[in-house]
């Protein structure tokens, strides 16, 4: 299990990824806290997400919910997002071999799969949010 770290005071900088309504910030090498960027409805937002975090509990195919704290939820880091493979591939003008695109959409298919058999409706489906080994 993941040590908890702690949560700033107040966040400086910009966030390491950010939504029209929560702020990904980064809180040490394994943790980043999601918080509101403003009104209570972000709040309320980011609190369903926890929820649903927990709904969902452990699955190799989910982000971990470390913790639900009063400025956000702690989730783990991972450390290469599918997003940044892709960019790194591009910067180094290079394609992904078929096999490797073909286990990135199963295992893409699976993590829906999960949720969806836990009664959780994922619309928001992009290079942005998937992290895949």
Not at 21 to 29: L, N, R
Not at 54 to 65: A, F, N, S, V, W
Not at 77 to 84: C, M
Request: charged share 25%.
């Amino acid at each position: 299990m993941l040590e908890i770290p702690a949560v700033p005071e107040i966040f400086s900088g910009l966030p390491w990824n950010a939504g029209l309504s929560t702020g990904v910030f980064h809180i040490s090498d394994s943790a980043v806290i999601k918080k509101p960027m403003s009104d209570d409805l972000c709040k309320e937002q980011v609190k369903v997400e926890g929820q649903i975090y927990r709904r969902l509990g452990l699955h190799t195919r989910i982000t971990k919910l470390l913790a639900i704290h009063e400025k956000g939820i702690i989730l783990e880091r991972l450390q290469y997002p599918l997003r940044q493979r892709l960019l790194n591939l591009r910067k180094d003008q290079l394609r992904p071999t078929v096999h490797k695109m073909t286990r990135w959409a199963v295992q893409i298919a699976e993590g829906l799969q999960y949720i969806h058999s836990c009664g959780v409706k994922q619309v928001d489906i992009g290079t942005y949010n998937v992290l895949l080994d």
